[in-house]
């Protein structure tokens, strides 16, 4: 038997609909929005893994099925691959919010599988998989312990939406997911065109009182058919063991968290744990786990401290200090543009790539095919922090950040009618200790000014975190790893000088309120200002020419039905344009021509063979051309290809001409002057006028 529950959210109907399908899942809910439905499972295993997980084994997959859009996936095998960029960061965006929500003690594993079975191609699913989880969730025997829910908004004409369509979108200055419970905020991911700062809060307000209306729905759903929670054992530590440790270890782990350097921190950290499991092995057999288990929370507890009562943090700064900043631009001889961004020790090298069209990137949605002119990728590779791992594709960590980054810098990027090149940028992060995605954004603006793209404005980003005790807090300004580890919220906010553009928030299970949230809005901001000052002394303006090895695009508009002029017959033309002069040439339906070289001169040539095969001839211009043809009453004269016009025997010369094979033979080149055109088209030239012209000491 089925149960349902709706909600009217935004005009639109909410349906939560269980019991029906997939009943051999903890939990299975099916959302519906419009046409656009989702069916989202949740099913944990029945024994928990092995205690030493230091994490919530916890896996989300989130999938767009084709026929949820009425197509057919392409390629040569006709069904479904890997991921898509678009379901990597819905995946993500699910485990966000729900990941916290669990106790630490919770070892089974859990996997939530959200698959879009309907799309209406105007409500986007990612939101709906969210709600479907938390009440896959709540309904299950899974330790879940209320319900999360998430809401878009958007802004046009300066009035917020509530879950905004595709369409409105496009005509949105914001777009903003926020999730939730009913007392707090626990995760934003969102963009926007530099929005003021309070505006975003007032758009996060609004999310807030939709989200408890979608929680309220999940909890009726959950009292009508939802399962009794498993029992999951809490794990104390012993007393006597943590009692003995904080005597003989506290003093050390306080020096180590004073050591500002991440590497020499994370050492000493590590020989306390193996001095500790040691010396105390014998008075407590068996509990070598629990020994570096309480290094841990001794650490987290000493950090917390420290930072509340001695405004202090790791590496000796207040809590709104900012790591010494420097940028270099230039770094690599023979990239179109390249930025060095260092603060404290996080670095990222940014690389700037110009390309023509044929290298915008195809991408297939539910929502139809879509080309793309600018991209952002992300690479962390393990030496940045000091590791050893295998080295693969990218991950859904590169994803994420390189897709907030990416969607930073989007609103700073040109109309490709100004400046009609693709751009890829790419970032390759050679040390971290936090902030890296914040890094990235900084570099990503200044490699491109270098690179000589027209971007509107220079883009920073500041990572801001929170530690909170009750009702003491304390805001951090540009975290770094530890305390986005053992902190509450992890804030990035990204920006010009005007507004924001990008920001993404996470936050642990705890409350923080909307004035907390403003507080930091504001530092960042102030933050935000701080880092663009150092970047500007480094570079505060586009560079005013390309590099020489970019490729020069011209850009030329011509009459649609000339296209088949330019392309000529089998493609013969064009390719004779390509051959004999290196250039790519791309061709519009519009008629919009691109001609990319990389050499200038190369490039000229192209544009003029091109112009010689579309212009119109031009009365009273002068044309060097080719004696195509004689009669006995003139010269037919090719002046433009494919284009000749009748050079009348009376305008041969200045004086009376008997035989027009006395001044011109077939295949001679002459001067002849345009001097009329008919309303069929037919050309009137003159030698006689041409010599004449050409006699004048202005000619």
Same mark, same amino acid.
């Given at each position: 038997?089925?149960n349902?529950?709706?909600l ?7 349906v *939560?609909?269980?019991g ?18 989702? !069916?989202v499972?949740?099913v944990?295993s029945?024994?928990p *893994?092995?205690?030493?997980l230091?994490?919530? =084994?916890?896996?989300v997959?989130?999938?767009e099925?084709s %026929?949820?859009a009425?197509?057919? =996936?392409?390629?040569?095998?006709k069904r479904?691959g890997?991921?898509?960029?678009k $379901? ?6 699910i485990?966000r ?5 669990f ?6 594993e ?5 698959? /879009?079975?309907?799309?209406?191609q105007?409500n986007?699913?990612?939101?709906l998989?969210?709600?479907?989880a938390?009440a ?7 330790p ?6 998430? /809401?878009?908004?958007? +802004?046009?004409?300066?009035k917020?939406?509530?879950?905004p369509?595709?369409?409105? !979108? ?10 939730g419970t @009913?007392?707090s ?10 929005v003021h700062?309070k505006? !975003?809060?007032?758009?996060?307000? *609004?999310a807030?009182e939709h989200i ?7 909890t009726?759903?959950?009292?009508m058919?939802?399962?009794?929670k498993?029992?999951?054992p ?5 007393p006597?063991? &943590? ?7 506290l ?7 004073r050591?500002s350097?991440?590497?020499? +921190?994370?050492?000493?950290?590590k020989r ?5 499991s040691l010396?105390?092995g ?5 509990r070598?786990?629990?020994?570096g288990?309480?290094?841990n ?5 000493? *950090?917390r +401290?420290?930072i509340?009562?001695?405004k202090?943090?790791v590496?000796g700064r ?5 790591r010494?900043?420097?940028c270099?631009?230039?770094?690599l ?9 260092t ?5 990222s090298l940014v ?16 929502e139809g095919?879509s080309?793309k002119?600018y991209m952002?990728? %992300?690479?962390?590779?393990p030496?940045?922090v000091?590791?050893?791992? =295998?080295m693969?594709?990218?991950g ?6 390189g897709a907030l980054? $990416?969607?930073?810098?989007h609103? #700073? ?5 100004e400046?009609? %090149?693709?751009?890829?940028i790419?970032s390759?992060i ?6 890296s ?8 603006s200044?490699s491109?000014m270098?690179a000589?793209?027209?971007i ?7 990572a #801001?975190?929170?530690?909170?005790e009750?009702?003491?807090?304390e805001?951090?300004?540009?975290? &770094? ?17 005007k507004?924001v553009?990008?920001?993404q928030?996470?936050?642990?299970a ?7 949230l403003?507080a ?6 102030d933050? +935000?200002?701080?880092?663009?000052d150092a ?10 020419? !390309? ?12 009459d ?10 089998g493609?013969r ?17 519009s ?12 490039g000229?040539k192209?544009l003029?063979?091109?112009k ?5 001839p031009?009365?009273?211009?002068? %044309?060097?051309g ?10 037919f004269?090719?002046? &433009?290809?494919?284009?000749d016009?009748?050079?009348?025997i009376?305008?041969l $010369? ?7 094979e006395? /001044?011109?033979r077939?295949? @001679?080149m002459v001067m ?9 088209g037919?050309?009137? &030239?003159s030698r006689k006028?041409?010599l004449?012209?050409?006699s004048?000491? @202005?000619?």
């Open positions: 038997m089925s349902t529950v709706e009217e959210l935004a005009g639109r109907k909410l *939560l609909e269980t029906k399908v997939a009943k051999q899942a903890s939990g299975a809910v099916t959302v519906r929005y419009g046409d656009t439905v989702v !069916l499972t949740a944990a029945e024994e *893994l092995e205690a030493s230091d994490f919530v =084994p916890l896996l997959d989130y999938r099925k %026929y949820a009425g197509r057919i =996936p392409g390629g040569f095998f479904e890997r991921p898509t960029e $379901e990597i960061m819905s995946s993500r965006q485990d919010p729900i990941r916290p929500m106790s630490k003690d919770f070892k089974n859990l996997q939530i599988v959200a698959t /879009v079975l309907s799309s209406d105007e986007d699913s990612d939101v998989a969210m709600v479907g938390s896959a969730l709540c309904l299950s025997d899974i879940f312990p209320e319900p999360v829910s998430a /809401v878009r908004i958007g +802004r046009i004409d300066g917020f939406v509530v879950n369509t595709f369409s409105e !979108l496009d005509r949105s200055d914001m777009d903003v997911v926020v999730a @009913d007392r905020v626990l995760m934003v991911e969102g963009g926007s065109k530099e700062e505006d !975003l809060i007032a758009a996060l307000a *609004l807030h408890g209306q979608v929680n309220g729905i999940q009726r759903l959950r009292e058919c939802g399962k009794t498993m029992v999951v809490v794990r104390e530590m012993d006597g063991l &943590l009692q003995e440790m904080r005597a003989n270890y003093e050390v782990i306080r020096e180590a968290n050591v350097d991440k590497e020499k +921190r994370q050492d000493s950290i306390t744990k193996k001095e500790a010396a105390l014998q008075k407590f057999p068996g070598e786990l629990e020994i288990e309480i290094v929370y001794i650490e987290k507890e000493d *950090l +401290r420290m509340l009562t001695e202090r943090r590496d207040s809590p709104g200090e900012i010494p900043i420097s270099e631009v230039g770094v001889p023979r990239t179109h543009g390249s930025a060095l961004f603060r404290g020790q996080t670095q690389v700037t790539t110009l390309g023509t069209s044929l290298d915008e990137q195809r991408v297939e949605e539910l095919e080309w002119t952002l990728h %992300y690479n962390f590779p030496f940045s000091g590791e050893v791992r =295998p693969r594709g990218p859904r960590r590169e994803i994420g950040h980054a $990416e969607r930073a810098i609103p #700073m990027i040109p109309a490709s009618g400046f009609p %090149y693709t751009i890829r790419v390759d050679l040390e971290s200790n936090g902030s995605s914040m890094a990235t954004v900084c570099g990503a200044l491109l270098d000589g793209v027209p509107k404005a220079a883009v920073a980003g500041i #801001m975190g929170l530690v909170k009750n009702d003491s807090f805001i951090l300004t540009d975290i &770094l790893g530890i305390e986005d580890h053992l902190g509450d919220m992890d804030f990035k906010v990204t920006g010009t000088r507004g553009t990008a920001f928030m996470d936050v642990k705890t409350h923080i309120g909307f004035d907390t403003t930091a809005m504001e530092r960042a901001r933050a +935000r200002i701080h880092v663009l970047m500007d002394k480094c570079i505060s303006a586009p560079r005013s020419e !390309l590099s020489p090895y970019a490729p020069r695009i011209t850009v030329i508009q011509i649609q039905d000339k296209i088949r002029d330019v392309i000529g017959p493609g033309v064009i390719k004779k344009i390509t051959e004999e002069t290196g250039a790519k040439v791309n061709i519009e339906d008629g919009e021509i691109k001609i990319a070289s990389y050499n200038a001169a190369n000229e192209a003029m063979m091109i010689s095969l579309t212009e119109d031009e009365i009273g211009r002068i %044309y060097h080719k004696v195509k043809r004689v009669v006995p009453f003139g010269a004269v090719e002046i &433009l290809p494919g284009r016009g009748l050079v009348h009376s305008e $010369e200045n004086r009376r001409v008997a035989c027009v006395d /001044v011109v077939e295949g @001679d002849v002057k345009v001097i009329g055109i008919d309303r069929e037919k050309i009137k &030239l006028a041409a004449g012209a050409a004048t000491p @202005d000619a």
